[in-house]
């Protein structure tokens, strides 16, 4: 169905064909919204009749229309308000990348950045601080941000890998800086703000909390200083983030705090305590944050709830179970968190969850009550069929000596999505049936 006013069919994409202006609008239109990237993570204009607003920022963090209206459409004609007429045009579906509502293609690890920098974009100059940069998530964000020109922060406790990352960034011409840090020292973190502050002459605009470790056995049998070191790095150690870049934010009046959740905030973890309680407390942490910035209106704090990720976490983390650990299914790639920071960073949203296995874990934690006990027999059972290792502290206390890298190889490229959503159902089926037994007992 065509509508009549702008001259656009429900269901296809349209881009500016005018090349000199494209720069602006480097994305396309969509059932009455506007899309920066193809993945539908965001939409930073849309379409009131035929009046286009567009909700974005220059390099300078200046709006790039007054009052957001950017112009009107009409017959696949945008027309600015300056007066400069841009033609519309339809998007093959060949040249589609990803259609609205699937998951993005388990493509191979991307390698680093290359090429020079945007010399235009939302991002392009903006001082971005990303804790946990030496490996998984946080690598994928460095190079997200690098290719968007972000002036980069890196920071993380492995400072041989953190210049790596710093290498790779460089060479696709953005600004960057590596500044070790231990997140769990408030000493070098208020130093790490510092520093960022000098480089971006004043400015913060960008704090991503990532840095994270994680503790896998039973609760007793798992020693209380690593218990004690997974929340000081995943709980207190993001608080510790906020508490020294929103100073920043106040004083200039923007920003924004991305932080790194996980499924496991809907749904506790058996077997990880400390996880769990550090997870659970984030949702608390921002969630009473937002609630404190309500006067400052451009100052964002924004949830990312990645599902299982392919990242080294599961090999480097530290081990009190006896037995190999390997991530539950589906795995995806960590390049689609990268992307969603870097959309919540140009048009911030309060949730953001990466992945299908995600959005069914928030739903069961509504739905079943019971799913923790399910979990907790699951793991059991998967764990007492996992070959024997070694106890280990793994990465608690120290960085590890293995490969940094953003993927920790996990991923089987072959399509278990049929089988996945059965699973799921099942299991949430298992946990309405355990919740329902347990009630009659009583």
Known sequence: MIDQATGMKLGERYSVENVERAHQFPGFFLDGKYYLGPELLTAVGWLEGTTFIYDSLDAEGEPVFPDRVAGTIEGLKLVLIDGSA?????????????????????????????????????LRGKVVVITGASSGIGRAAAHAFACKGARLVLAARDEEALFDVLDECTDCGTDAVAITTDVTRSDQVQALAEQAAAFGHGRIDIWVNNAGV?????????????HEQVIQTDLVGYLRGAHVALPYFKAQRSGTLINTLSLGSWIAQPYAAAYSASKFGLRGLTDALRGELTEF??????????????????????????????????????????????????????????????????????????????????????????????????????????????????????????????????????????????????
């Not at 993005?104 to 020079?116: H, I, M, R, T, V």
């Not at 503790?215 to 020693?223: I, L, M």
């Not at 996945?420 to 159902?425: G, I, K, P, R």
């Open 297 to 442: 209106p451009d100052i964002h704090v924004c949830d990312i709830y990645p599902a299982v990720m392919d990242t080294p976490g599961f090999r480097d983390g530290g081990n009190y179970t006896g037995h190999a650990l390997t991530p539950p299914g589906p795995i995806y790639d960590p390049e689609l968190v990268a992307k969603a920071m870097v959309a919540c960073a140009i048009s911030p949203r309060a949730h953001t969850t990466v992945g299908a296995a995600a959005r069914v874990a928030h739903l069961a934690s509504f739905l079943v009550p019971g799913l923790p006990l399910l979990s907790g027999w699951l793991t059991r059972w998967g764990l007492n069929r996992s070959p024997s290792a070694a106890i280990s502290p793994g990465n608690l206390f120290e960085p590890p000596s293995s490969r940094r890298s953003v993927d920790g190889g996990w991923r089987n490229r072959k399509d278990n999505k049929p089988l996945l959503v059965s699973a799921a159902v099942l299991g949430i089926i298992a946990g309405l049936v355990i919740t329902r037994t347990q009630r009659r007992r009583r």
């Open 86 to 122: 841009l033609e519309l045009s339809r998007i093959e579906p060949t040249s589609i990348l990803a259609s609205a509502g699937e998951e993005l293609e388990q493509a191979p690890p991307s390698a680093a950045p290359s090429g020079p920098a945007p010399t235009k974009g939302p």
């Open 214 to 226: 994680g503790a896998v056995g039973n609760f007793e049998d798992t020693p209380l200083e690593a």
